[in-house]
């Protein structure tokens, strides 16, 4: 994979992210990793003055075992495939690494850097650091109804905040 700027990448941050979908991905060969199907998440700054970089926002629930990776480990990946893979992350969206090897079981490949992992296939790979981590909270809600559509059982989401620190492509399969 090529490594790029972020002023090179140019996206719809809304179709990549709510219609293509991601692999939210933590951890690594040693310390063991997992990943998961998101589709919910966030493109842009906050704090960039400071650390001079974009971030990204992905939301997770407390019951996913990719949670555990991206509590423990300081970077998290979000990878972003080319169409034909999206069987794939259907797979990875409904299957949890806790009963299975669903990486291999969803025919995608694995590959390790020391603090992090991502997949061969992806097209797309933003690698996160993360700087801020806090759950969703029940009285935060200004528009109650939403509760009620997607928590009946309190199951907040948690919000991860990672500093963007590299940007990897390879666009042979389609335009990004
Ligand atoms: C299209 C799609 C989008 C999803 N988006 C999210 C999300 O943003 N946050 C979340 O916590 N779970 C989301 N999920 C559910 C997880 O991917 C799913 O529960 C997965 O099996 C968790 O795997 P794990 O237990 O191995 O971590 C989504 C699933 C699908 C199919």
Same mark, same amino acid.
């Given at each position: 994979?090529?490594?790029?700027?972020?002023?090179?990448?140019?996206?719809?941050?809304?179709?990549?992210?709510?219609?293509?979908?991601?692999?939210?991905?933590?951890?690594?060969?040693?310390?063991?990793?997992?990943?998961?199907?998101?589709?919910?998440?966030?493109?842009?700054?906050?704090?960039?003055?400071?650390?001079?970089?974009?971030?990204?926002?992905?939301? +997770?629930?407390?019951?996913?075992?990719?949670?555990? &990776?991206? !509590?423990?480990?300081? @970077? /998290?990946?979000? $990878?972003?495939?080319?169409?034909?893979?999206?069987?794939?992350?259907?797979?990875?969206?409904?299957?949890?690494?806790?009963?299975?090897?669903? +990486?291999?079981?969803?025919?995608?490949?694995?590959? &390790?850097? !020391?603090?992090?992992? @991502? /997949?061969?296939? $992806?097209?797309?790979?933003?690698?996160?650091?993360?700087?801020?981590?806090?759950?969703?909270?029940?009285?935060?809600?200004?528009?109650?109804? +939403?509760?009620?559509?997607?928590?009946?059982?309190?199951?907040?989401?948690?919000?991860?905040?990672?500093?963007?620190?590299?940007?990897?492509?390879?666009?042979?399969?389609?335009?990004?």
């Amino acid at each position: 994979m090529k490594k790029i700027e972020i002023e090179e990448l140019i996206i719809n941050p809304f179709t990549k992210i709510g219609s293509e979908w991601m692999l939210i991905t933590a951890g690594n060969k040693e310390r063991g990793f997992n990943t998961m199907t998101a589709s919910w998440g966030h493109l842009g700054d906050i704090w960039g003055s400071k650390t001079g970089k974009p971030s990204a926002i992905i939301y +997770i629930r407390p019951q996913r075992f990719t949670k555990e &990776f991206v !509590d423990e480990e300081e @970077y /998290f990946t979000l $990878s972003f495939f080319p169409s034909k893979y999206k069987k794939a992350l259907s797979y990875l969206g409904a299957h949890s690494g806790r009963d299975e090897n669903k +990486i291999q079981n969803s025919g995608l490949n694995i590959l &390790f850097e !020391d603090d992090y992992c @991502y /997949f061969k296939e $992806s097209k797309l790979v933003l690698v996160c650091r993360k700087l801020y981590h806090s759950s969703i909270v029940e009285d935060g809600f200004v528009d109650k109804s +939403i509760i009620d559509k997607n928590y009946p059982k309190k199951d907040f989401h948690e919000m991860y905040i990672g500093e963007i620190m590299e940007i990897y492509t390879n666009d042979s399969d389609e335009s990004l």
